[in-house]
Nanobody
Framework: VQLQASGGGLVQIGGSLRLSCAAS????????MGWYRQAPGKERELVAA???????NSVDSVKGRFTISRDNAANTVYLLMNNLKPEDTAVYYC?????????????????WGQGTQVTVSS
């Protein structure tokens, strides 16, 4: 299973970006998908997550500005980021909990995408 993230870049304060992440490979079911970020010198933190049923949660610092959504048919998760601030600058990683059929067993794994840089400048 591979997660391919895209959509990062350089944007001015108040600008917008949309990140995408597609899961491909042998998947029986893609469960929770989410976005994490890691700024220099800081720990990786959960930004937002969404279940296959559409339930979402997000960190307080992005509420009202970021929206997470997904296309279950395409196993793709999106993060629309509006009103970006300098403190949003980080490498953003997508994450997916994927159930795979291995023989007669169903086993759940967690996968990470390669990371995409988001830089918010003045």
């Amino acid at each position: 299973v591979q997660l391919q993230a895209s959509g990062g870049g350089l944007v001015q304060i108040g600008g917008s970006l949309r990140l995408s992440c597609a899961a491909s490979g042998s998947t029986f079911r893609v469960n929770v998908m989410g976005w994490y970020r890691q700024a220099p010198g800081k720990e990786r933190e959960l930004v937002a997550a969404i279940t296959s049923g559409g339930s979402t949660n997000s960190v307080d610092s992005v509420k009202g500005r970021f929206t997470i959504s997904r296309d279950n048919a395409a196993n793709t998760v999106y993060l629309l980021m509006n009103n970006l601030k300098p403190e949003d600058t980080a490498v953003y990683y997508c994450n997916a909990e994927v159930t795979r059929r291995l023989g007669s067993d169903l086993i759940t794994f967690k996968y990470w995408g390669q990371g995409t840089q988001v830089t918010v400048s003045s």
